[in-house]
């Protein structure tokens, strides 16, 4: 089931009335019921489209309940019975095959399902190349939705099990909800153990600030994806998924490539921060906080911190569970190079099995060392002009600004969907007879008529005063009021919810990190 879907507007105010209904029974009767019930909406919430696929879910959540309570029970050991010598070695490898075998299932089924065909057609083509022979054996597999985000639930919980960082969770239930939560389930945000199931067990209070701020996070979120992700799309396709009607007597336009491209990243943000803000909304109505997932990444001026406002769950998981393990930046220079490449190699693998984000991950993995390279280069050079590049409004706008052309450089190999689309692109790019094609013909190709660009403008600046009426209620308690009162607020919403409902007629779309 998808947020934007009917299915999910009679669906989510069903769960809305069995949450708070629990909260009226008597507390065991409660407790009980409310687990039970988060628990079959949030698997019928993943069923509905795929519900065979349910059975990936409980057979990583068993397999890693199980090997997380074996752990607890040695780390108890090792903390009881001060063990030494022997049994101290005999201990520690019998938690070392539990860790292992959670992380060979878990990651074994995410490999098989997701990149298996990935891995088996690049072996292929290779042996194709040196032998001159087609091969072909690929799998038909369905990708099942939202597979990257649970996996990587259930390993933090192994591991932080595993490490003695939390203390594991003895009630099944508990665990496989916090496993199958319905509103991060597909798409995040990757919670943590420590945060989210404290609050599944014993669900915080729910204030009035809790259900209006939730409710106009969730409107928010909706607008991002409805108005302008799906809105902006099609303009993107336009170009990204048109390539082929290009030729030698109408090559593909370069400016065509440089716009759709720059809204490409209004798109993607819109539509995976738009879910995120739909999630956070649906368990703050229940009282229930996840993670902040995005911070205005857009307004970063280094590579490395628009990794620290972009994807903030998915970042912050390859910190903690990858890169620090590696050894982090407490290395030889070397080494530390070297394990930033490798989670942003990884990180690429994550999003999709295809070279082009295998390719993007390790374009930010470049970006960042040549960063941390050019460190002392960019100070001495700011010294020279007696500028400081921390307090200068024109260096700080030019370097939002040309952080922004890396990332949107790096999000053109994302997008496209080849290998062979990427090169055609970059091509167009350094080709001149692709920039002597006329605007108006580039904007007539991409059917960017006046009125569409005047939509798309009203769009982006409604989405910008929507989005700040709302942001600020993130750090409120229960007890405070979320948004002035006013006629300029309540304008801002009525523009914003009839615009939504004007434009969504025909425009609703999946959620592009489905497909992840």
Known sequence: MTFNSIEFLIFYPIVLLGYFASKRMPARI???????????????????????????????????????????????????EQ???????????????????????????????KYFNFLSESVLGIAGAITGNEYDFALNLMLPVGISFYT?????????????????????????????FFPQLVAGPIERPDNLLPQLRVPPPVHAADVSYGLKKM????????????LISVYVNA????????????????????????????????????????????????????????????????????????????????RDYLYFPLGGSRCSRIKYYRNVMIVFLVSGLWHGA????????????????????????????????????????LVRVLRMLGTFILVDFAWLLFRANTTGDMVTM???????????????????????????????????LTLNLFDRYVRHGDECDGSEVMVRRGVHVTLTWIVALGWMLLLSMGLSSTFIYFQF
């Open 426 to 460: 970059l091509k167009a790019l350094v080709t001149p007879a692709s920039w002597n094609i006329p605007v108006s013909e580039v904007l007539n190709t991409m059917g960017l008529t006046l009125p569409a660009i005047l939509t798309v403008i009203f769009s982006v």
């Open 83 to 113: 063990l030494t010598g022997a049994a101290l070695v005999s201990v520690k490898r019998k938690k070392k095959l539990c860790i292992t075998i959670t992380l060979l299932t878990s990651l074994g089924v995410l490999f098989f399902f």
């Open 354 to 393: 295809a070279w082009t984000y295998v390719i993007w991950g390790a374009l930010h993995g470049v970006f960042q060392v040549v960063g941390h390279l050019t460190i002392k280069t960019r100070d001495r050079m700011w010294n020279a002009l007696h500028i400081n590049p921390k307090t200068s409004p």
């Open 239 to 318: 170009i990204y998924n048109e390539l082929d009607t290009f030729g030698a007597d109408n090559p593909v336009p370069a400016l065509g490539v440089v716009i759709a491209t720059v809204l490409f990243a209004a798109q993607i943000y819109c539509d995976f921060s738009g879910y995120t803000d739909i999630a956070i909304g649906c368990s703050r109505i229940m009282g229930i906080r996840l993670m902040k997932n995005f911070e205005h990444p857009y307004m970063a001026q280094t590579i490395k911190e628009f990794w620290n406002r972009w994807h903030l769950s998915l970042s912050t998981w390859f």
């Open 30 to 80: 409660g407790e009980n019921f409310r687990w039970l019930f988060l628990l079959i909406t949030s698997y019928f919430f993943y069923m509905y489209y795929q519900p065979t696929l349910i059975v990936l879910i409980l057979f990583t959540t068993v397999v890693s309940w199980i090997s997380s309570l074996v752990i607890q029970k040695l780390n108890g050991r090792i903390e009881t």
């Open 219 to 230: 409107l928010l979120g909706f607008f991002k994806k409805i108005v302008v992700a799906d």
């Open 152 to 180: 990587f639930q259930t390993l933090s919980y192994a591991i932080d099990v595993y490490r003695g960082d939390i203390k594991t969770e003895r009630h099944f239930g508990y665990y496989a909800l916090f496993v199958s």
